[in-house]
């Protein structure tokens, strides 16, 4: 329950802002920017990925030294911070170039926040699990997610009817920003009640914290940190488009193909959400059956078959299309992300495991969904159609596909300090010896 309410509140707080941007801070700190205002405005949502490695790096150092549960304390209260005070600044109108400048800067804290926020909340709910519950307790980091964006979504649509039309330019938008305060004291609460990770413990009890974690890390296990990236890299890429607020500003743009509605896009949004949130926890239940690299694999065919479908069935420009492409994206999308805390925490030793999955993380969401809004609606806008766009994502997923089939299913391999040796076998195919596993 602490990673699903914290990762919650985090994601919540980290789309709302891409919601806002695909509906709202076009026009309300970018529209002096020029004719390329919208692309910029999406180039603010991948500036943030840029700082994510910074978080991994310290939570990473930090949370393989000190511990986890602190750690996940300190980037919830960070990204509570920066989504509130969004929802307090001035528009450009107000104070010109200015409001931009300070968007992007708080922004950039919930870069920081959210590279640190996932490895912890991923290594506390697997390395608190049974051996054979780890998938299906991995998937509570994960459905955080989707949780996310099925609240900002929803928060964001019941704005539209509540304050609409120019309300929603004047006030409205805010509100969701200012809730955050509230989701904060929730998960804060519920995050400090929490023991600490049984594994940590027992490495801090025998002394064997390492000194230099992210240089051990990156002297040992360098290649397995660029692998698993590219794992993550296809399913952020693709979910972008939702969680970027590609789709909803494509979908919505009065002068575009499609011109729907935005408040009832948005509902579509927030219940493709919710598929997203059931696929994900089976794909956690179906992994710790299946195994990792097997159920990533089915995943990853079930994320291409949706890409394809994706925006031969949105240009149809009806609301229940629009509703089956995003369903349809989002199983293989639950498919691809379910198994990944498990998968994550075991490639790597205790000894460097928080540092391992953080800075894989944030890695694989740079190369994966850094930019993936502005370079699908860049795309768009230099060919005038989304064919170049449907190849960009399928190429993104074929990389991840490439990447999960060089490494070896480690599902049920000792976690713990006492088996360090075991978990230091590469896991990568072909490098040495199969590594001995719990079943």
Known sequence: MATVVGTTVEWYDY?????AVGVVFGQLFFAGLGENSLILG????GVSF?????????????GDKVGRKAILMITLIMMGAGTALIGLLPTAETIGLAAPILLVLLRCVQGISAGGEWGGAALMAVEHAGTGKRGIMGSAPQIGVPLGLLLASGVMALMTIIAPGEAFLAWGWRVPFLLSVVLIAVGYYVRRNVEESPV??????RKEETKTPVVELFRKYGAVVVIAALVFAGNNAVGYMTTGGFIQNYATDPDGP?????????WIVTASAAIWLLSTLAAGRVCDHLGRRSTYILGWILLGAGVLALFPLVNQATLGLLFLALAFLSVGLGFTYGPQAALYTELFPASVRFSGVSISYALGSIVGGAFAPMIAAALVSA??????VTIYLIAMVVISLLATLLLRDRTGIPLGPDHEAAQRVSPLRGTSQK????T
């Open 258 to 266: 499609i011109a729907l509605p935005t408040g009832p896009v948005l």
């Open 42 to 45: 999406f180039a603010t949502v």
């Open 200 to 205: 940590f413990e027992e490495i801090a009890e």
């Open 383 to 388: 060919t005038g159609s989304t064919s170049a």
């Open 435 to 438: 590594v001995p596993v719990l």
């Open 50 to 62: 840029l700082f994510r490695p910074l978080g991994a790096f310290l939570a990473g150092h930090f």
């Open 15 to 19: 789309f709302i802002y891409a919601s």
